[in-house]
């Protein structure tokens, strides 16, 4: 069977208008980031199948850690995306998560380190492996990164075992058919570790659609906010 991956997470073939699907509210706290303004892209691939993807009722609590660690932060996020393919692409996949930097300033595209100059782009999917200041991607609530890293935590990246008959159970994006998808998260937890000096993170959404002549990935990176 599937592993039950969280309550808190939700996805929805034609999320549309008002969503009787509420998000809890979340405590002010320390450093809390609040509401964001979330985003919104259109593109079209090769084939001119046109993606669009929408990031909204964003919202992010940053505090310290309970064990009060000056390197340490926990972040609370929840929000809605919203998915919609036209042409001749018949559904797709979607992935949720953070983009989250140590002494990073995160830019349109890319990503630049203070004081170093020039810009390295995480934006491309294809960047997910370690490099180039990247450290690839992270799951189980926890995202260690050093100065001038970057780390993608996404919001489920599921196996059954590393036994490839399993395969057909591994859980790594939410997928919906037709036209129209969407995913809602609600207070999803990430914690930040060993970053010295000042962290940001940015929700990061990509969409995989295949057609008969084609397969393309959007991506779209939501407003970056302070963890402190």
């Known amino acids: 069977m599937k592993k039950n991956i969280t309550r808190r997470v ?18 002010a706290g320390g450093a809390t980031a609040g509401p964001l303004p979330g ?5 079209k691939l090769v084939d001119g199948t046109p993606v669009t993807i929408q990031l909204f009722d964003e919202y992010a609590n940053v505090q310290r850690a309970v064990s ?8 609370w996020g929840s929000g809605k995306v919203r998915v919609t393919v036209g042409g001749k692409a018949e559904g797709g996949s979607i992935k949720v998560g953070w983009e989250v930097g140590c002494q990073i300033d995160f830019k349109e595209g890319g990503a630049s380190v203070p004081g170093v100059g ?9 960047n997910i492996t370690a490099g180039a200041g990247l450290t690839g ?8 990164i050093g ?3 970057v780390s993608r935590h996404w919001l489920i990246n599921e196996t059954s075992g590393s036994d490839t008959a399993y395969s057909d159970y591994n859980l790594s994006s939410f997928t919906f058919k037709g036209t129209k998808g ?16 000042y962290a940001a993170a940015r929700a990061i959404v990509q969409v995989t659609v295949n057609t008969d002549s084609v397969k ?12 402190g």
């Open 10 to 27: 939700v996805a929805a073939a034609g999320i549309a208008g008002a969503v009787a699907m509420g998000l809890t509210s979340l405590g």
């Open 39 to 43: 985003g919104t892209i259109t593109k």
């Open 137 to 144: 991607d992270s799951v189980g609530g926890n995202v260690k």
């Open 182 to 197: 969407g995913v809602v998260y609600s207070q999803e937890q990430f914690k930040v570790d060993g970053c010295i000096g």
């Open 68 to 75: 009060n660690v000056p390197t340490s932060r926990e972040v």
């Open 118 to 126: 020039g810009g390295l782009d995480y934006s491309d999917p294809s």
């Open 216 to 227: 393309g990935v959007v991506m779209l990176n939501g407003k970056p906010f302070s963890l």
């Open 147 to 149: 100065p001038g890293q």
